[in-house]
């Protein structure tokens, strides 16, 4: 990410919070509420520079090449984001966040301990519980799949 693409993420964390500070609860550690405001503002930064990304490249290229097949990539790739979203949203927070930044994020469990401010047998047993959850919504995810695939190829 460009620099001046991540002051303005900043500056976006710094709006919301100053909105939000007010709502906090204190349910949650302060550091926990603080990445989850930056996990989301980064998530909305991505969908919007993938939507600007894909006008620029539709007014751009239209009249250049046929990216159909990039076009298609593109989209299956969206939607596999938008199923880890779902799939995401129905973990609990600390799974959810602990996951998050162990698998996408690529921080190790110490890492995370220091950031959410939670001893390290914690973070590993969220991310087994997490793990172990992703997998079991991913099964039930590929069996839809091939249960509807079999309903409409008249199979079932």
């Known amino acids: 990410m460009p620099e001046a693409e991540a002051n ?7 709006v919301v919070v100053h909105a939000k500070l ?3 609860e204190g349910r949650s550690s302060m550091t926990t509420w603080l990445f989850t405001i930056c996990r989301t503002v980064a ?3 991505r ?13 751009a290229v239209e009249d250049e090449l046929d990216l159909r097949a990039d076009v298609s990539r ?3 790739h969206n939607e596999r984001l938008a199923r880890l979203d779902v799939i995401l ?3 609990e ?7 998050i930044l162990f698998e996408l994020e690529k921080l190790t469990g110490e890492e995370i301990s220091v950031a959410l401010s939670i001893p390290l047998g914690t973070v590993y047993s969220r991310l087994h519980l997490a793990k172990k959850a992703f997998r079991q919504a991913l099964a039930r995810e590929e069996a839809r799949e091939r249960f ?3 309903r409409v190829g008249g199979r079932a």
């Not at 303005?8 to 710094?14: E, G, H, M, P, R």
């Open 8 to 14: 303005d993420a900043v500056q976006d964390v710094f």
């Open 22 to 24: 007010e709502q906090f």
């Open 43 to 45: 998530r909305e930064r």
């Open 47 to 59: 969908r919007h520079a993938t939507r600007e990304r894909n006008f620029v490249l539709d007014v």
């Open 74 to 76: 593109a989209a299956e």
């Open 89 to 91: 949203s129905a973990f």
């Open 93 to 99: 927070v600390g799974q959810r966040n602990v996951f």
């Open 148 to 150: 509807g695939a079999a």
